[in-house]
């Protein structure tokens, strides 16, 4: 029994894990790795692990998109997508727009890319970042980032919240300051001009509306659960 206890807390600990690394979505003018930019570019991050998307390039319209290294600058099928975050002023709203990412499967690499093409595509200018880029494998980030500079037309389609090796539980938090792109989770122009709606396949451009049947809200009521009920097992120990 304080085996299945011990378990139970390892669980909870996963679940609402305190280890949170931040990445700067955008530069400003005069930024270090300039406008068009994640910062920092590459991150190691544990199952568990929050990757806190904080939007302060500004001016900026920025994305958060999950692609492949393959296709640096193209959405990758079933993957994350922040959608865009928009700051007219020279000065981001403090605290910043925020968008946690949550990693579900460190075993594999994590490649993203912003989508804006304005005022020239952010993603050919090089505007991508890494999760869990593996040490020793040819799939280096340099060649990621080289990759992207040579992709003129970065793909458009939207993602959904729920992505490859991690997801998101909700779109990103946008205060005064700052707009989100589409305002709503349930309309998105698809390449082509064609609406995609809610209930299109995540292949095929996916919903931003969190959805109570995705996995991750599922995983996280789970999670819940199975913390409540080592809670009562605890608690039946101790009477
Ligand atoms: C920000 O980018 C999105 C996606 O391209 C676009 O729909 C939106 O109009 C842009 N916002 C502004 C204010 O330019
Ligand atoms: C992280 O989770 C994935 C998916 O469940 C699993 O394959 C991987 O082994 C886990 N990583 C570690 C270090 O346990
Ligand atoms: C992101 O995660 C951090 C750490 O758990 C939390 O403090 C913050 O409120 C989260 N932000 C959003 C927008 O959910
Ligand atoms: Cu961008």
């Known amino acids: 029994m304080r085996f299945a206890l011990g378990t139970t ?8 894990g305190q280890t949170v690394v931040k ?13 068009f930019s994640f910062t920092p570019s590459t991150i190691t991050a544990a199952n568990g692990t929050i990757v806190s998307f904080q ?11 999950q692609s492949s290294f393959a296709a640096p600058c193209q959405p990758l099928a079933n993957g994350f997508d922040s959608g865009s975050v928009f700051i007219s002023s020279s000065t981001a709203p403090n605290p910043p727009p925020e968008w946690n990412i949550t990693v579900t499967d460190d075993s594999k ?14 993603c050919t200018s ?22 992207a500079t040579s992709d003129q037309h970065p ?12 997801s998101a539980s909700a779109r990103p938090l946008v205060a005064a300051g700052a707009t989100l792109f589409p305002a709503s989770g349930a309309s998105a122009t698809a390449p082509g001009g064609s609406s995609a ?35 009562i097992a605890g608690a039946k120990l101790v009477l």
């Open 9 to 16: 807390l390892t669980a909870a600990t996963l679940a609402f």
């Open 23 to 35: 990445v700067a979505v955008g530069g400003s003018s005069g930024s270090a790795n300039g406008i």
């Open 55 to 65: 939007f302060t390039g500004a001016p900026g319209n920025h994305t958060v998109t």
């Open 109 to 122: 690499p994590i490649w993203f890319y912003c989508k804006q093409l304005l005022p020239s595509p952010h």
């Open 126 to 147: 090089g505007m991508v970042g890494a999760i869990n880029v593996q040490a020793g494998s040819a799939n280096t980030f340099e060649a990621f980032q080289k990759a």
């Open 155 to 166: 793909g458009q389609a939207p993602g959904g919240l729920v992505g490859v090796g991690a």
């Open 197 to 231: 709606s809610s209930t299109s396949s995540r292949a095929a451009g996916g919903s931003q509306t969190p959805n109570s049947a995705d996995p991750v809200v599922l995983g996280f009521n789970l999670n819940v659960l199975t913390i409540v009920a080592g809670i």
